[in-house]
């Protein structure tokens, strides 16, 4: 699994390193391009947007490069003769939807081994049609939850 996400510039996971909050993002394009109606709610007002502002991307190439998630290489374990995962307890049934995600940087971003190896979002079965899911900064509830559901979307038929 590969994960791209705009809206988080990969200098969040560097030491010292923020993520924008939801105010300091660009409005929606939606939100830009909705007309305008007057306070009597009679006549709407013509909303002419510069074509500047409607040409304004969320992320704007060049300017930051997004933060990507890969999975998680697994290890091979010497006992169980075969690749596997540390979910530290939290993932109790095997399942081809768990998952582990990481950052995916390049060697130029300056981000320390260690930061590299930390999981970012895990996802696993804990029981029948029994999920859990562990998330941390720089993503929000809602971008975990989102990337956890499109497992199930991409391996149907597969247990």
């Not at 709407?44 to 991307?57: E, G, K, L, Q």
Request: hydrophobic share 35%; with cysteine; net charge neutral.
């Amino acid at each position: 699994m590969h994960c791209i996400l705009h809206s988080i510039p990969v200098s969040a996971i560097q030491e010292g390193g923020t993520a924008p909050t939801p105010s300091a993002l660009p409005q929606s394009l939606d939100e830009q391009l909705s007309p305008l109606h007057s306070s009597k709610g009679k006549e709407p007002i013509v909303d002419t947007i510069s074509p500047s502002i409607r040409a304004t991307p969320v992320f704007s190439p060049g300017s930051r490069e997004p933060l990507a998630l890969k999975n998680k290489a697994p290890r091979w374990h010497e006992q169980l003769q075969c690749w596997c995962l540390n979910f530290k307890g939290r993932v109790t049934v095997a399942s081809v939807k768990n998952f582990q995600l990481v950052a995916a940087v390049e060697p130029s971003h300056n981000v320390s081994p260690e930061e590299q190896e930390k999981v970012i979002l895990q996802f696993g079965k804990i029981g029948k049609d029994i999920f859990t899911m562990d998330y941390r900064y720089p993503l929000s509830a809602f971008q975990a939850f989102a990337i956890s559901l499109s497992c199930f979307d991409t391996k149907p038929a597969c247990e």
